[in-house]
């Protein structure tokens, strides 16, 4: 029996960065789990603190930033109190990272084939022709046609969904456990995205590891994730199935974010934008972050966090909604049982 419980388990995360205007703190306190083979999806507009959270896992962060409380637990080890030594280990070998710009990921006074081969030698005992066969394989592996003729070549020579594979194909390198995907389609066409996110769906079946999805829009990630947490502040407003995110959502944020997914095409209703602008974390609100935009808060959401209960299983939502109504419901019952009992006597 293994001697963890989850490959990957973040508990109470606080990263922050200091500023000539004070400490931001982008990510207050989440927690959530990963296990092999899952796909968890990590949505929320920018500010929320979802790349800084897959960026604290790799502890890539500025230099201005830091992980100031909490633990990251890979395989039930820390990793968060490693020493950069060991973290180079883990960043390739155990999680790699795919960034959000193909266009600016890649050097472009370098080859393809001398980029992946770079991060084959780097991660791996593999040498001369082993690495070239191996970057062959990789390009093979994420679709790219004639691989050998593909090496040579720059990455201005690629379009941008090709340039993306490539950067798929180097963080593959080492079959790592884990693979977090930073906004990983958004400099591309809507047909180039659909083929990149059906690309890591079927590897991720073929190879078995673990993907983290970050992205801030809800109906890319629709059909591919196991579990979805909806971030806003730097804090967890809603997680659950993508079931339950779509057709029962119970934050109000998330239901922003529903309503201003574009339908059908033949549909003309008109799309609902959350009101107001992103909150400054260099001030935020004592209580629920999205109550200054929520046209539903209540007095008691400016002053207070909500704390995270149990809607229906795995799904979970912080909102004084939520916890309003289950009293409500509580009182109903009660007030119900009470009146059957005076009926009866």
Known sequence: MAEYEHLLSVQDLHTSFTTDNGTVSAVNGISFDLDHGKILGIVGESGSGKSVTAYSIMQILADNGSISGGKILFKGEDISKWSEKQMSGFRGQNCSIIF?????SLNPVFTIGNQISEAIRLHTDKKGSEVHDRA???????????????????????????RQRVMIAMALACEPDILIADEPTTAL????????????QDIQRKLGMAIIMVTHDLGVI???????IVMYGGRICERGSADEIFYNPKHEYTKGLLKSIPRESGNKE???????????????PKGCAFCPRCEEAMKICLEEI??????????KAACWINIRDRFRDAASAEEEKESEVTAGE
């Open 100 to 104: 959000q710009d193909p266009m600016t």
């Open 136 to 162: 062959v394989e990789l390009l093979t592996l994420v679709g790219i046609n004639e691989p050998e003729k593909r090496l040579k070549q720059y990455p201005f020579e690629h379009s941008g969904g090709m």
């Open 189 to 200: 066409d809507v047909t180039i995205q659909a083929q990149i996110l059906e690309l890591m």
């Open 222 to 228: 629709a059909e591919l994730c196991d579990e979805i």
């Open 270 to 284: 008109r799309l609902v934008p959350i009101s107001g602008t992103p909150i400054n974390m260099l001030n935020m």
């Open 306 to 315: 909500p704390e995270e209960i149990v809607i229906n299983g795995e799904h």
